[in-house]
């Protein structure tokens, strides 16, 4: 055989590997997210049987503070976290206007129908809860809440309580901090202090391992400035929220590396804080499954990025002059 046949031959193989690696991004690839006309509208506690049109992030603010709840299947973890927000809410309500949007992930257990009930203790509260017709995942939930929230700034906060609702102004304090003025900034709420703590020592080999894994393949991939990607306790400015939530793709429990990618690609500073967390049961997190599943996710989101399949706006003037300033402070 000689050397040109086997060129030929090498070349055809890298062809096929190449197509047959192409041809499995695009099925893993999800769909893009598109709303049904339902899920473009809410319900109040108010006024249980009326549903009435939901904002759009790209208006301007109404409220400064916006919550986002994702909730799936939380009957029994929503009464006691949805107590203590509310509860903080009201007493801060002579300085900070707010609104909590409930998003329903295609509960089968009447999670709705109980967040409007909890709602109604407070009747000077405005409580908005939505219900997407299908499950499609916490990161697609938190989505459509950021897309139409009416805050200056929006909170994502998980249904289970694991995260002390007060520690919001820490993360309040640190924004005020890099965005002084409303420019597009993150406030990462961060358990990477509790590393050596019980909080995590106490939790299964298993998923201390995976843990470690999940943070060494992070920093190969380009958000190894954050140290504690997956809290789900994020504060963003509206202009932040405007920049990053349009371009999110993934819904599955990996979403927070890309929006945290999206925002490091467009120069959005972001700050990471300590807050308190405590292990919650109920957890639907399987570790092997949706670990293999957001290592897979993973692989696929820097792929289309490097491919250019999923596009990222270029950096705006604000978001840099945001980002020179937060690398001010630190040096």
């Given at each position: 055989?000689?050397?040109?046949?086997?060129?030929y031959?090498?070349?055809?193989?890298?062809?096929?590997?190449?197509?047959?690696?192409y041809?499995?991004?695009?099925?893993?690839s999800?769909?893009?997210?598109?709303?049904?006309?339902?899920?473009?509208?809410?319900?109040?506690?108010?006024?249980?049987?009326?549903?009435?049109?939901?904002?759009?992030?790209?208006?301007?603010?109404?409220v400064?503070l916006?919550?986002?709840?994702?909730?799936?299947?939380?009957t029994?973890?929503?009464?006691?976290?949805?107590?203590?927000?509310?509860?903080?809410?009201?007493?801060?309500?002579?300085?900070r206007?707010?609104?909590?949007?409930?998003?329903?992930?295609?509960s089968?257990?009447?999670?709705?129908?109980?967040?409007?009930?909890?709602?109604?203790?407070?009747?000077?509260s405005?409580?908005?809860?939505?219900?997407?017709?299908?499950?499609?995942?916490?990161?697609?939930?938190?989505?459509?809440?950021?897309?139409?929230?009416?805050?200056?700034?929006?909170?994502?906060?998980?249904?289970?309580?694991?995260s002390?609702?007060?520690?919001?102004?820490?993360?309040?304090?640190?924004?005020?901090?890099?965005?002084?003025s409303?420019?597009?900034a993150?406030?990462?709420?961060?358990?990477?202090?509790?590393?050596?703590?019980?909080?995590?020592?106490k939790?299964?080999?298993?998923?201390?391992v995976l843990?470690?894994g999940?943070?060494?393949?992070?920093?190969?991939?380009?958000?190894?400035?954050?140290?504690?990607?997956?809290c789900?306790f994020?504060?963003?400015?509206?202009?932040?929220?405007?920049?990053?939530?349009?371009?999110?793709?993934?819904?599955?429990?990996?979403?927070?590396?890309?929006?945290?990618?999206?925002?490091?690609?467009?120069?959005?500073?972001?700050?990471?804080v300590?807050?308190?967390?405590?292990?919650?049961?109920?957890?639907?997190?399987?570790?092997?499954?949706?670990?293999?599943?957001?290592?897979?996710?993973?692989?696929?989101?820097?792929?289309?990025?490097?491919?250019g399949r999923?596009?990222?706006?270029?950096?705006?003037?604000?978001?840099?002059?945001?980002?020179?300033?937060?690398?001010?402070k630190?040096?």
């Amino acid at each position: 055989m000689d050397q040109s046949t086997l060129l030929y031959g090498a070349f055809t193989l890298v062809v096929a590997a190449a197509g047959t690696l192409y041809t499995l991004l695009v099925l893993w690839s999800p769909d893009s997210i598109v709303p049904r006309p339902s899920e473009k509208t809410y319900r109040s506690p108010r006024k249980p049987a009326n549903r009435l049109p939901l904002a759009s992030i790209r208006d301007s603010a109404q409220v400064d503070l916006t919550v986002v709840i994702p909730a799936y299947n939380e009957t029994e973890r929503l009464p006691s976290m949805f107590e203590t927000t509310l509860a903080h809410l009201e007493a801060a309500r002579s300085t900070r206007s707010y609104e909590v949007l409930v998003v329903d992930d295609g509960s089968r257990d009447g999670t709705a129908d109980l967040a409007l009930k909890l709602a109604g203790k407070y009747p000077q509260s405005d409580v908005r809860v939505v219900v997407l017709e299908k499950n499609v995942g916490k990161g697609g939930a938190v989505r459509h809440g950021m897309l139409h929230g009416r805050g200056r700034r929006l909170l994502m906060v998980d249904a289970d309580g694991a995260s002390r609702f007060e520690d919001l102004e820490l993360l309040w304090k640190a924004m005020d901090g890099i965005s002084p003025s409303g420019e597009a900034a993150v406030a990462v709420g961060s358990r990477a202090h509790l590393v050596k703590t019980e909080a995590v020592v106490k939790r299964s080999f298993v998923r201390n391992v995976l843990m470690y894994g999940l943070h060494t393949i992070l920093r190969i991939v380009g958000v190894g400035h954050i140290r504690d990607t997956q809290c789900g306790f994020k504060l963003f400015s509206r202009r932040a929220a405007q920049q990053i939530f349009p371009y999110q793709h993934l819904a599955t429990w990996i979403f927070d590396v890309e929006l945290l990618l999206l925002a490091k690609a467009q120069g959005i500073p972001a700050a990471e804080v300590p807050i308190e967390w405590h292990e919650v049961s109920g957890s639907k997190l399987n570790v092997f499954s949706d670990s293999l599943q957001m290592l897979r996710d993973l692989l696929v989101l820097r792929a289309n990025l490097l491919l250019g399949r999923w596009k990222i706006p270029a950096p705006s003037s604000t978001a840099q002059d945001g980002k020179a300033k937060q690398n001010g402070k630190a040096t």
